[in-house]
């Protein structure tokens, strides 16, 4: 599969290893990236809250320069940036005079051919085409999917999954070898919008997060999201001081899982770039029985170097 | 044509038919309509290329069904008439006896309507290869020639009514033109009256006009209108899938309707 | 010289478009005066000859509007119209006249705002076009 | 030689303000024919109509024409002067020249000179219209109840007290409804079953009902007065006549885990089985889906044991054809799909239930008998949480209307709670209180105040088993949208009223409409709400839109009164805009030739055949005639008619003509 590609400010800072990683599984999972030329910020998190037409605008011609690249489907792993491209094209097709006047803003006439997809339904059709023969080593872990709150709202824009109880991710960590547990916290908010401003809130809701996955059993919590898990992973430490426990439970993005099972290297998934250490110290008795079947023969532990 | 008598003699003979409908020498070497009532004079029945004449105008005229039970010489474009008018309840089943014959003058013998469908149903319905190139000719005209090209042919129409007279589905007894309460054509043969006149009549012949021909031949001053109604038997044929005369049982283009008939120049 | 206002005759049907325009007054919606009302019960019973008559009478363009699909007060009078429409309208392209001056159209009891964008565009359309001149015209030919 | 009067209405300002009525009347007066023409303020006011009236003794007017507002608005107003005044109402016309007219153009001559034409058409029109009559068409005094809820049952009983049959059908195989299924009821909490079943037993007992259960609307086609409807009775794989009802075959019955429907699935019942003790009739029928025999050929044991060897397993559907001459919807609702909750783990957690399943727990007949007991463990919940609006009033669910009933049963069923498990606790998580009736606020009140509900005002995101309980997470927007986390032991949800399944269908075979969430349309929101557009069938209860008992009940009643009013004469009359086949001097006859082109044209199949014949019985021709009590006047077999043999009263050819020519 061939798609343009996104990347967006956070995969090339703070979530470079999403990037590294979604690079690193691509040509194992067949899908061919082509970045979009001279792309820009989105505006997220912050435009609009200030300036709807700038907020509109910038996504805009991020569509735009794809459009003139000739790409009908963009690939946008990070799901604040998937949310503002999405929401833009929505709103532009909605009300032809707003278009015609970010056309002019940004200079480009953005006719809306191009479109986003995020990496759940990206991922979800490359596995489709049945491509379980190439996880040569099962991920074999409880996991707890988690969906933040944008990759999957605002249901009548993105279109995508049951907003309020997801399963694509879930499906996905299947096919991989993993065992998705039953959880309340799927797309719970993470605090995201005030991760820098209020760390105590963040601490506070993120904890919530947390606590409901090891409760649950959970050995790694899978995200989509660079927000999620900045706040997870980076903020874990502060939660654990909150709670007053350990947790120290790893937090993947998906395409690490993804990688890990596909047989590639730690590093080139960039793990080592994690606050937590994505390790599994053996398995005992998780707290709750979760639902996933009997594990198969092998034995969990460290992920094999 | 010694096959075509002799059928037509028994006919006579047993009295299953008092009268057949047939062609005989015409003047000027033309074929002309004949009324064959003794079996003798069923010698006087010709059959070759000059008859074209659609007989089957004449199995509603009063004049000759006052003749007694009639068997009828039909080609093609008869047996689809004979069909359509079924259709449209004037004729029922042995009402007519047929005497069918063949594209290449052969006899068929086809004792009832199912027999005729299925006789029918088996022989090409297209136009023929010149009918079919006039028709583009026109068609591919700009349509300012086409208006042009029209109203100078209708320019010519006396309102004389002889496409009406030759046409077997002009059976009304009192047509349209003929009403004056209101009065929904011009009496006077002027331009606007003559393309109303052909357009009413056209669209009364959509999806029932068999295609005889006859209208154009009958034409005094030789308006091709056989191309308005070949035309619209086009239309229904794309549009709805119909074709007239194939059938006993109506089936009518414009008594029926597929909810998703086209619509793209609706608003 | 002023600019020429063409003649529009509308056939409608009483349930849907008639009740549409009503609407479009009671919502004080303004348009083009070019328009001539006839109310039908239905479109199903608009025979082809008024629109030829309305012609003859001068009208420069005609609207023949009824019930969307599904929603005849009579169930299923406008798919007959339809495809009548389908076949009159080739057949007058065929003999060259200008369909570009008959109009048809769906409008609901509901679209009061639909029936004056529906009269508006016809009423420019048919302005562009200019008098129909050359069916006028016609009714000479022959006397003179 | 026609004496037309022309009346000018100026709509106060309405038409005046842009139109020059006085300049109309002017221009009409010169019109050929015209003898009388004024202009006058409000011509629907008694000055108005009174011109109208005077005009027409002393002008000796043959025809009327007024120029005004919609013929919509007030035909009927101006046909009754006429005909008051002795002019046959058909005579009499209008001119919109306010809708199409004044209110849509600027004041300008244009303006002006449109109206005068639109009341010339009309004045030519009218020169040809022909005096009319009412049509009267035969009643058939049966009514067709469909739907055996409180609605119909209430609908039934008024027509049958009326003096009237009725045929009431039934698609379960007891009547009963919802009403049957419920515990008790607001505001007065008495037992509903205590007030339901003498009118269930009143029903099967009453000498003017033919109760069909199990049985479903076919097919239906005629018109008012004259329906002719096919009812499937569907098989019950059991003789009615010979059943005794003594239910040997439910104890013998080896399939006994099947989810109750009247239980709604809080219960089991048997693969035969009736569907509940006060059923009526009190006879069994056997689910085919779940039966041994019909699901794998052996079995019979309720055969074996039936006393009465009542049962049929060959016993086939049953077609029975009836007339009637009006019909009630009573059709009723349904209740959200369980599926559509997955943030509250509807059908996740065994103890997050919907409302009708919270009735079944209350009900003394209940699977409990009335004991509140959690269905995962059968333990009494100490603490329980009421969802209202379970997807009403939610647009992301689809459903934005108010499901109306859900504010009164959330606080009767955390009433009821409260009154049999004293020490627990009951929340209503709510974002409105809409109570709106007789004695409801006080209600609620009495459910706050005396029985000690917390009620909660804000919407809950979320429900998720933890440690045995179940978390609701929701808002309290009264304490400044304070995060509120409740451990529940069980959670009820109000879920949406829903049109029931099998509405759009029923709605397409009956001709009626029905709005975008499938309730059936009234022919008016508010001055016709218990009639469809469809004459003679009419509406009661939730098909309409969600309702509780006593406005189902009243409705049910108008409804009845609808029906007898209708049945009252022996013969009803109709508008005499039909088609007419012409007739005409031998040897013609007709013009019609008979090619019935317009018989499959007419969307009512109201085209007949007639035979011409001499005096001698000899056959001359046949042609086609119009069944003026199934005609509705819709003229698409005048436009097919090539020899404009038929023709529309009312809207002729010669009249429609003039019209164009008019212009």
Known sequence: MKLGYYPGCSLRGTAREFDESLLAIAPGIGLELEEIPDWNCCGASAAHNLNRELSLALPARVLALAEKAGMEEVLVPCSMCFNRLAVTRHELLEDEELRKRVSDIIKMDYQGTARALNILETLGKLFDEGIEDKFVKPFDHEVACYYGCLIVRPPKIVQFDRYEDPQSMDELMKKIGAHPIDWAFKVECCGAGLSISRTDLVAKLSGKIIEDAVHRGAEAIIVACPMCHANLDMRQEKVEKLKGKKYSIPVLYLTQAIGLALGLEKKKLSLHRHMVPVVFPPREKPAIESKSKTKTGKVAGQVEE | ?267 | MAEFEPKIIAFVCNWCTYAGADLTGTSRIKYATNVRMIRLPCTGRIDFMLLLKAFAQGADGVIVSGCHPGDCHYTAGNYHARRRWILFRSLLDFVGFDTRRVHFAWVSAAEGAKWAQVVNSVVNEVRELGPFEDYQKLARVGVE | MSRIGVFICHCGENIAATVDPVKVAETMSRVPGVVHAVDYKYMCSDPGQNLIIEAIKEKGLTGVVVAACSPRMHEPTFRKVCAESGLNPFLCEMANIREHCSWVHEKSDITTDKAIDLVRVIVEKVKRNAPLYDIKVPVTKTALVIGGGIAGIQASLDIANAGHKVILVERDPSIGGHMIQLSETFPTLDCSQCIMTPRMVEVAQHPNITLYTYSEVEELDGFIGNFKVKIRKKARSVDENLCTGCGVCMQKCPRKKIPSEYEAGMGMRTAIYIPFAQAVPNKPVIDKDNCLYYLKGKCKICEKNCPAEAIRFDQEDEIIEADVGAIVCATGFDVLGTDSFPEYGYGKYKDVITGLQFERLASASGPTLGEIRRPSDGKEPETIVFIACAGSRDPAKGIEYCSKICCMYTAKHAMLYKHKIHHGKAYVCYMDIRAGGKMYEEFVRRAIEEDGVNYIRGRVSRVYEQDGKLIVKGVDTLLGSQPVEIEADMVVLATAAVANTGAEDLAKKLRVSYDAYNFLAEAHPKLRPVETNTAGIFLAGACQAPKDIPEAVAQASGAASKVSALFSGDELSREPVIAVVNRCPPPVFSTCEGCFICEQACPYQAIEREEIKTRDGKLIKVVAKVNEGICQGCGTCVAVCRAKAIDLQGFSNEQVYAEVMAL
């Open chain 2, 1 to 267: 044509m010694d096959a075509l008598r002799k059928k037509a003699r028994e006919l006579l003979e047993s009295g299953d038919s008092e009268v057949i409908i047939g062609y005989g020498e015409g003047s000027g070497n033309r074929a002309r309509a004949i009324f064959v009532q003794k079996p003798e004079e069923t010698e006087r029945l010709i059959l070759d290329d000059r008859c074209e004449q659609n007989l089957a105008v004449y199995l509603l005229k009063r004049e000759v069904k006052s003749l007694g039970k009639p068997a009828i010489v039909a080609r093609l474009p008869v047996l689809r008439t004979i069909l359509q008018l079924a259709a449209e309840n004037q004729l029922s089943d042995g009402d007519v006896a047929v005497i069918g014959i063949s594209p290449d003058g052969e006899l068929v013998d086809l004792p009832d309507f199912k027999a005729i469908e299925e006789y029918v149903d088996s022989l090409p319905l297209e136009l023929s290869p010149e009918e079919q190139e006039q028709l583009e000719k026109i068609k591919n005209m700009s349509i300012e020639d086409r208006w042009r090209f029209w109203t100078d042919e209708f320019s010519r129409c006396l309102k004389c009514y002889a496409c009406r007279a030759s046409c077997p589905f002009c059976y009304c007894s009192t047509c349209v033109v003929e009403r004056n309460i209101p009065q929904w054509i011009p009496v006077a043969p002027h331009g606007q009256g003559n393309l109303e006149w052909h357009v009413v009549r056209a669209m009364h012949l959509a999806g029932r006009c068999v295609n005889c021909g006859d209208c154009a031949r009958a034409c005094p001053v030789d308006i091709p209108l056989n191309l308005l109604t070949q035309k619209l038997d086009e239309e229904v044929f794309s549009n709805f899938g119909l074709k007239a005369g194939t059938t006993s049982e109506l089936n009518y283009a414009l008594s029926t309707f597929k909810p998703d008939d086209q619509e793209n120049f609706i608003r």
